[in-house]
């Protein structure tokens, strides 16, 4: 069973850095990306950067700039924040997509795994 588990979120002043890091675990066949994703308080979640095996990555406007995601290769993938703004404020999740052999055939199929959140607080 594949189990991911973020790391990092706290309480941050504006203009600080947090580094968020997510461990995972268990067996996949075919990573294809690995992602973090945020939720505010009454607003749906939202991608805020994601980084393929290949090792190419996409931001969210509203970090670009401010934001790094990196993996290493023992299923770690970490988010650097900079100059973070009260607007960042949320619980962040880390998700993985990977391929899944088929029981019974050799076709594949995706699956999507989630972990359970770490806090950011922006505030004075």
């Known amino acids: 069973q594949v189990q991911l588990v973020e790391s990092g979120g706290g309480l941050v002043r504006p203009g600080g850095s947090l580094r968020l890091s997510c461990v995972m675990s268990?067996?996949?066949?075919?990573?294809?990306?690995m992602g973090w994703y945020r939720q505010a308080p009454g607003k749906e979640r939202e991608l805020v950067a994601f980084?393929?095996?290949?090792?190419?990555t996409n931001y969210a406007d509203s970090v670009k700039g401010r934001c790094t995601i990196s993996r290493d290769n023992t299923n770690l993938v970490n988010l650097q924040m900079n100059r973070l703004k009260p607007e960042d404020t949320a619980v962040y999740y880390c998700n993985v997509e990977y391929s899944e052999v088929v029981p019974g055939g050799g076709e594949t199929e995706n699956v999507e795994v989630w972990g359970q959140g770490t806090q950011v607080s922006v505030f004075s």
């Open positions: 268990g067996e996949m066949y075919g990573v294809h990306y």
């Open positions: 980084i393929t095996s290949g090792g190419r």
